[in-house]
């Protein structure tokens, strides 16, 4: 069997229900031993409403956008995250995700390239925004098409996916660069490629000196666990010092098999970090943020970022104010373990910029006014004495 455990992990609670892989296996009317092939799951990737009304009564919202929105922007799941959704739902928030629904063509604010890559990319698909780092965008593919994706634009094109140009270029751009430092290899979704093809780009970006670290975001331990096999975790512990972050957006994907597939990479010694995009209607509450970022770090998973969503094109209904969204993280600090709260986050064509509610007030004298999470002023005696900073903080009221 190329994908290990099926079976819980020692520290999560059996559950009596039919796992994604049985269930799964039982609405394609084939065997688990196929249904945990990612190369099965690639080849059966439903992409169109005929297939997914097979396993799934879809509402005329999703009915509708497939059949009237297919050249729109791109849909396509895997049985494996259908299985995952909730077939009587259209509000789960799986298949929120997922599905294509109708509201896509109602955004009235939403752009083709919100991050302006295509003019931070100095040759094709490679984004070059911070002097030391670059995202290298070498896939075009994906399992599942994300609804709320800020890359769809890349949709219409066709050839990017490992296109063999694209890659020379971008190695001999990386490689002419001796500030990069560490290079983020993405997409698309690059685990969606023959190991071979991988280890040959892995192994031409290690051969330059200056690249310290490699990184690798991928989707696939969301929506194609089956795809970390031992074999892939194997040869990527060969290209060390190599990070992976991921993209869980809700509890209800840290399933058995997602966490099988976490632990075959952290067990050859690869980080694996978490980013999420804040979304209405399938994360965008204290509850399952927690939810979400506590079950992660029980799989070992370190939430990394939170992003606010990006004003991408058919995206309106899934944004959320940022308001809202720091409001949220002020719920989540102290409620939580420190290191399951990630940095919430706005993408910018100039950088990531923090969003983080602001916990200083401001000085008054020798003493620095802070707001506790109890919402009381803390004064803090700290004298500025001769340093100068660039920065001054506001002037806090005698009477905090
Ligand atoms: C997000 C991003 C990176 C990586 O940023 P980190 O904050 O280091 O994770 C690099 N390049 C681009 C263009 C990015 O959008």
Redesign the pocket.
């Known amino acids: 069997m190329p994908f290990r455990s099926l079976k819980p992990l020692h520290w999560q609670t059996a559950t009596h229900q039919e796992s994604i892989t049985a269930r799964g296996a039982r609405l394609f009317g084939t065997t688990e031993e196929q249904f945990t092939s990612w190369r099965w799951q690639m080849k059966n990737q439903i992409t169109s409403a005929d297939e997914a009304l097979r396993v799934l009564q879809l509402s005329h919202s999703e009915k509708e956008a497939f059949f009237e929105l297919k050249d729109l922007f791109e849909a396509g799941v895997t049985p494996y995250y259908l299985a995952l959704m909730d077939p009587n739902n259209e509000f789960c928030p799986v298949r929120l995700q997922g599905m294509p629904r109708l509201e896509e063509t109602s955004d009235r604010i939403g752009v083709a390239d919100p ?1 302006q ?1 295509v003019g ?1 990319s100095p040759v094709k698909e490679v ?4 002097k030391d ?3 290298f965008c070498v896939a075009q593919l994906c399992p599942v098409y994300c609804r709320y994706c800020f890359r769809k634009r890349r949709d219409e094109e066709v050839g990017l996916h490992f296109n063999p140009r694209i890659v020379d270029q971008g190695i001999e751009y990386i490689a002419n660069n001796p500030n990069i430092r ?1 290079v ?1 290899i993405t997409g698309g979704d690059p685990l969606i490629a023959q190991d071979g093809t991988l280890e040959n780009l892995l192994s031409r970006l290690r051969a330059i000196p200056h690249v310290q670290i490699l990184r690798i975001g991928t989707r696939v331990p969301v929506t194609l666990p089956y795809r970390i096999t031992e074999e892939l975790a194997d040869m990527l512990a060969r290209f060390h010092p190599l990070w992976i972050n991921t993209h869980f957006n809700c509890p209800e994907e840290l399933t058995p098999e997602a966490a099988a597939a976490i632990d075959t990479l952290l067990g050859r010694g690869i980080p694996v970090g978490n980013q999420s995009v804040l979304l209405a209607g399938i994360n965008d509450t204290a509850e399952r943020l927690k939810s979400l970022f506590e079950g992660l770090v029980k799989m070992r998973v370190r939430p ?2 939170l992003y606010q969503g990006q004003t991408v094109e058919g995206t309106a209904h899934l944004r959320v104010p940022i308001e809202k969204g720091l409001d949220l993280m002020r719920t989540l600090r102290g409620n939580t373990t420190g290191f399951a709260i990630p940095q919430y986050v706005l ?1 910018t064509p100039t ?2 910029i923090p969003l983080s509610p602001n916990h200083v007030v401001g000085r008054d004298a020798d003493d620095v006014v802070l707001l506790d999470l109890k919402k009381n002023h803390w004064r803090e005696n700290n004298p500025l004495g001769s340093y100068v900073t660039a920065h001054p903080l506001p002037t806090a009221q005698k009477q905090l």
């Open positions: 991050l890559e931070n984004v070059h925004v911070y780092r670059v995202a560490d983020l990394y970022y993408d950088g990531k």
